[in-house]
């Protein structure tokens, strides 16, 4: 049974950083056949993309227009971890963080940002 155990959330200040990973276990492939992405979901809202890495040889990344120049998405295919590192990070981006791999989602973690 696939698992997906994300860890790095925690309380910061507006224009501080945090780096969000997710340990992959129990995939049926190899870790870099899937598309992996991040989602995020704020108190109230929709969960919504953040950013992805797709399945393609070169691992094509995608970002939110509201993240994209402030967040890198990576990944390690030899560990099976995904990585957000998630700079000038804004009051707008507390949210819970999910990871996805294919129909997986891991339980969350935190990111609050606040003065």
């Known amino acids: 049974q696939a698992q997906l155990v994300e860890s790095g959330g925690g309380l910061v200040q507006p224009g501080g950083s945090l780096r969000l990973s997710c340990v992959a276990s129990?995939?049926?492939?190899?870790?870099?056949?899937?598309?992996t992405n991040w989602y995020r979901q704020a108190p109230g809202k929709e969960r919504e993309f953040v950013a992805g890495i797709d399945d393609s040889p070169s691992g094509r990344a995608d970002y939110s227009d509201s993240v994209k120049g402030r967040f890198t998405i990576s990944r390690d295919t030899v560990k099976k971890t995904l990585y957000l590192q998630m700079n000038s990070l804004k009051v707008e981006d507390t949210a819970v963080y999910y990871c996805n791999i294919f129909s997986h989602w891991g339980q969350g973690t935190q990111v609050t940002v606040s003065s």
């Open positions: 129990g995939l049926a492939l190899k870790f870099n056949r899937y598309n």
